[in-house]
């Protein structure tokens, strides 16, 4: 490819991509977000979680239905009668962690934060990923998934977790116990399980005044804040704590939501991969015809050596 060619080549490379960026400016990704206080969360309360993991059961008992989960094998159990996973896993959806710093100990309960503006739904280039507008669950489609796992990328509290021992594989998540227990109690197993009431299903609105009441009638024994309130744009899944939320495992993170930009680009330019598509033609097309542009041209003569 001579160097005029490449020039040429490149240029319109430069001006395919230009032209598909163009439809998406961060002035219009940038429109003010305000929270739905009445879709549903729930609200962990640390200081008054026990430990005993009952949560954990119930999750994976509810959700262990042809199509769901299935129950890890543990590694000192080879009956797999006893699981005690050590982080969420493509069969972990719900998991309680004990921190420890020098102001004390506490347990911690780790599932989807179910993101007011969820950064796994606005990387997902096939909608695999969804929030529902009206209960604010974050839900996954398996049959949409391509397994590109941008989900586990984007998600800045590490939740979503693939399943590399499965043949077909699939992302696994919290989704509330939308198909199976809030579905048949209206209430999701590990809320409606927990012995202690650390664990409260509810409208977000309602989560956050108990939230508030607790902070206002015990000031001594939380730190003032409830985590999920303005984190990202606000989450779903609220917490108290005793200990700072840095020490419990739970990321300190600014207000603004990452995914309202990152949302407009995956769902207008890449959605259905429509304009890498479109560019990848492009460019193929180019090579094309500068290929048959110098299968055109005829060979150079070569003039033969003279013997010396």
Request: with cysteine.
């Amino acid at each position: 490819m001579s160097r005029q060619n490449r020039r040429e080549f490149f240029k319109a490379a430069g001006l395919a991509s230009a032209g598909l960026v163009a439809t998406v400016t961060p002035a219009a990704a940038s429109s003010a977000h305000l929270p739905d206080n009445a879709q549903s969360g729930m609200l962990y309360d640390a200081t008054k979680c026990v430990g005993c993991k009952a949560c954990m059961t119930a999750c994976k008992r509810v959700n262990a239905r042809p199509g769901g989960l299935a129950f890890e094998q543990a590694k000192f159990d080879q009956d797999g009668l006893w699981d005690a996973p050590e982080d969420l896993s493509g069969n972990t959806r719900t998991l309680i962690k004990l921190f420890k710093d020098t102001k004390g100990w506490s347990y911690v309960k780790y599932s989807c934060m179910h993101c007011q503006k969820p950064s796994c739904v606005s990387v997902c280039p096939v909608s695999a990923m969804t929030k529902d507008p009206v209960t604010g669950i974050v839900d996954y489609s398996k049959d949409v998934c391509i397994g590109c796992r941008y989900c586990q990328v984007a998600c800045p509290f590490n939740i979503p977790k693939f399943q590399w021992d499965r043949t077909l594989p699939r992302i696994v998540k919290c989704d509330l116990c939308r198909n199976t227990n809030l579905k048949d109690k209206g209430i999701p197993a590990c809320a409606e399980t927990c012995p202690a009431g650390a664990i409260l299903f509810g409208k977000r609105k309602d989560l956050l005044a108990e939230a508030r009441t607790r902070l206002r009638q015990h000031p001594e024994r939380y730190v003032p804040h409830i985590y999920g309130e303005h984190e990202i744009g606000g989450t779903n899944h609220l917490y108290l704590a005793a200990l700072p939320f840095g020490s419990l495992g739970l990321p300190v993170l600014p207000s603004d939501a990452p995914a309202a930009f990152s949302e407009q680009i995956q769902h207008t330019i890449y959605k259905g991969f429509i304009a890498p598509i479109a560019l990848y033609v492009s460019l193929c097309c180019i090579a094309v015809r500068n290929l048959k542009k110098g299968e055109a041209q005829p060979a150079p003569a070569v003039t033969p050596k003279k013997e010396v």
